[in-house]
């Protein structure tokens, strides 16, 4: 019989980061138990490169400014949740850590399996972090981007954006093009 999520142990940040299953799997921590993420597939892998490389072009001359995959947020210590968003920019120094202290713009790519908790569960907590400035949340099924952006009073949504257009990332500092996130995805 299936453990209940209620009767599993939790692990705190610190256990989990020292933890390994013995596997290749890649997890994340969500409220203390550790859940495993599938290999993306190849649109989503795709979209996340031309993610960066669009990142990075634009960030060029901002240093200590990058763009990073793979790296680590702590959205809670509290709650014991540890999230991986498939990018992130940060302008901290560069320093060896298994997570980014202070991201500033946050990319999660929605795939069928993962689409509910980004949008859910992951906008809401990396909007309460206070180093992030914007959060896109980009379809690997269609062209389509939602760009959260912090105001003085809290977050403000965008219309998704879709298609050809293009919209400003005030933390990359210029226009991101769909045309150019969507290149050789298939969309």
């Known amino acids: 019989m299936a453990k209940r999520r209620e009767d599993v142990r939790r692990m705190t940040i610190e256990e989990f980061l020292a933890w390994d299953d013995g596997t290749e799997t890649r997890y994340e921590l969500d409220r203390g138990v550790p859940v495993a993420m599938n290999p993306p597939l190849v649109p989503h892998a795709r979209i996340a490169a031309n993610v960066v490389r669009v990142a990075d072009r634009q960030l060029e001359g901002r240093r200590p400014c990058r763009v990073l995959t793979g790296a680590g ?84 949504a965008h219309l998704p954006y879709e298609g050809e257009a293009s919209f400003p990332s005030p933390v990359l500092g210029g226009e991101v093009a769909l045309a150019e996130l969507y290149d050789l995805s298939g969309l």
């Open 73 to 156: 947020v702590v959205v809670s210590r509290a709650e014991h949740t540890f999230y991986v968003p498939d990018v992130v920019v940060t302008c901290e120094e560069p320093r060896e850590s298994p997570y980014v202290e202070a991201p500033r713009l946050v990319v999660e790519i929605l795939s069928p399996s993962t689409e509910r908790l980004d949008k859910t569960m992951k906008v809401p907590a990396y909007g309460r972090l206070p180093t992030v400035e914007e959060i896109w949340l980009v379809s690997a099924a269609r062209r389509w981007v939602l760009v959260w952006r912090k105001t003085e009073g809290g977050w403000l």
